[in-house]
């Protein structure tokens, strides 16, 4: 046997030795690791991305940031407790050094996504930067990472709050310390108000130290408040809701702080309908600004109390959700403290748009012919309840200054009969089109016979149904309808049927003979039973007829 000897051939006893050469290898993998990684840089420099100066990367990231914190602000949940930027910091070095130089990348602070221990390093990165704040789901009593924040209200310019109200104290204590000179934006609600045992302490004068000269939006839900501050005087979006026992707010104290905001352009109450209505006497409240008002849940005599002092431009919008309705005649009285001065250049009321259901009505009136796609159209909505006889929103209209309505929507699943149709073309004489949605069209046609040679709704010249069963004999009796109206020179001129129930193409020809223009999807769906007998409306009336009447020769 040959015993070779070399350099490289380690003996197994030199423990120490071996430990020196693995030492030493290990730095040279180290070293090529460390050029390697020099060489990837250098190779990564020359891409294209790398010649964008670091301006246009910021504006790239404020883009990629604003796209994410709009999905968290519509309700798409984040998983991760990391602010989103960090996508961006864990592509390259430069990238990151780019994000972590600009501080407006880190002031969108949203703590139901972020971890508690992100906070401080958010407040660190966004050096002075304004912040956003948002804390709208508190799912523990662990409040010092927002305390921790309201540490910095003088650099705060949107602040979101959601609290229960054990510690609204604390966070009223925090918003009072400092003032908040840069604040547009400030949403407060407090869950968990409806325990008589605790005290909520009223926002009050002390609030940003009375110095928030930026402030044009306050949105508050379930607080005490007292608004006589001139901290709010530059509002132009104010919301208030109040849905539990307490709080109780006067309607004086209501129109004493509304007489502060001279620039409010955007006004949403939701007002209990147990708001006192003291006796105090206060002046007319103009708000020569003010394009929407919304009023949701009070009584109708409420309503009447705030509009009666409230000063409006012409062409506002209102929309009204509105509780005991004492009587019809209470519309007339709400349309008088809305129009005070009948004088004055209304815009004209053109449609009527209405909806119902088995206990509650919703109308809305709009000086555009147009089916309601964009509220600012709206001039007033109503809803309410009332049972009695859905056919009061044709007398609400002789109560509405400056109507002149043309066109009728009517969005129901009600059978509505013929009582209610005779009263629509009574109150509404200048109606020439009919829009109906989901409703029988029984009641409809046999209100438009003609009662010897008159014509009902004389102006009629278009209708449109939609989603909507529609009996054997009703096309036919429509058809005729068309037939003698046209005789009469008082001629429908189209219509429309989309979405519709036992339609067919022989019907729509039938109707293209006394009709000028037919709008039809072609959609055919026949309804039938199993046995193939039809159950459209008309047939079905007529088979609970024969059985009446087999019943009753069946008892003879």
């Known amino acids: 046997m040959m015993v070779f000897t070399s350099i490289d051939i380690i003996p197994r006893g030199g423990t120490t030795l071996v430990e020196q050469c693995r030492t030493d290898i290990d730095k040279d993998i180290a070293a090529l690791f460390a050029s390697l990684s020099a060489l990837r840089s250098r190779r990564n420099a020359l891409a294209s991305i790398f010649s964008l100066p670091p301006e246009v990367l910021v504006n790239i990231f404020i883009y990629f940031v604003e796209e994410g914190n709009f999905k968290i602000y519509t309700g798409i949940p984040r998983r991760g407790g990391a602010p989103i930027l960090m996508i961006v910091t864990h592509v390259c070095r430069h990238w990151r050094q780019v994000a972590l130089e600009c501080p407006s990348l880190w002031t969108f602070i949203d703590i139901d996504c972020l971890s508690a221990p992100w906070v401080p390093i958010m407040l660190e990165r966004s050096k002075k930067a304004a912040l956003v704040v948002i804390y709208n789901e508190p799912s523990s009593p662990e409040y010092w990472p927002l305390v921790q924040l309201l540490s910095q209200l003088p650099r705060i310019k949107v602040l979101k709050l959601c609290t229960f109200s054990i510690v609204v104290d604390l966070i009223l204590d925090c918003l009072s310390s400092e003032p908040a000179p840069l604040l547009q934006i400030f949403n407060y609600k407090v869950l968990g108000n409806h325990d008589p045992r605790i005290s909520v302490r009223p926002i009050s004068d002390s609030i940003f130290q009375g110095r928030a000269p ?99 431009p012409v062409d506002a919008s209102i929309a009204l959700c509105l509780t005991e309705i004492e009587s019809p005649q209470s519309f007339s009285d709400l349309f008088s403290a809305i129009h005070k001065d009948p004088d004055r250049s209304f815009p004209i009321i053109r449609s009527l748009h209405a909806k119902f259901t088995d206990d509650t009505v919703s ?84 209100a438009l016979m003609p009662v010897g040679v008159s014509m009902a709704c004389p102006l009629l010249r278009a209708l449109d149904i939609y989603d909507t069963d529609i009996g054997c004999d009703e096309l036919r009796d429509l058809r005729e309808i068309a037939r003698m109206r046209a005789k009469g020179d008082v001629c429908i001129q189209k219509l429309g049927l989309m979405d519709c129930r036992n339609v067919t193409e022989g019907n729509v020809q039938l109707l293209e003979r006394v009709i000028a223009y037919v709008e039809w999807d072609g959609h055919e769906d026949v309804l039938m039973n199993s046995h193939g007998g039809c159950i459209c409306p008309t047939c079905l009336d007529s088979d609970d007829s024969e059985d009446s009447s087999a019943d009753a020769h069946s008892e003879d």
Not at 421 to 432: M, V
């Open 214 to 312: 930026l402030l044009r939006s306050v949105e508050l839900a379930e607080c005490a408040f007292i608004l006589t501050s001139h901290v709010f005087s530059g509002l132009q979006t104010l919301d208030l809701r109040q849905i539990g026992p307490s709080p109780h707010l006067t309607l004086s104290q209501l129109h004493s702080a509304l007489k502060r905001m001279p620039d409010l352009e955007l006004l949403t109450l939701f007002l209990s309908s147990r708001i006192s209505e003291d006796t105090e006497l206060f002046d007319q409240v103009p708000l020569t600004r003010l394009r929407r008002i919304v009023l949701n849940g009070c009584a109708i005599r409420t309503a009447v109390s705030l509009f009666s002092h409230l000063v409006l």
């Open 363 to 446: 109308v809305q009136f709009s000086t555009s012919l147009a089916y309601i796609r964009n509220r600012d159209i709206v001039r007033l909505s109503i809803q309410f309840e009332y049972a009695s006889d859905s056919a009061i929103i044709f007398g609400m209209c002789r109560m509405v200054p400056h109507h002149k309505i043309q066109k009728l929507y009517i969005s129901t699943s009600l059978d509505l009969s013929q009582d209610f149709w005779r009263a629509g073309f009574a109150h509404l004489p200048e109606l020439e089109s009919v829009n109906l949605r989901r409703t029988s069209i029984a009641g409809f046609i046999l």
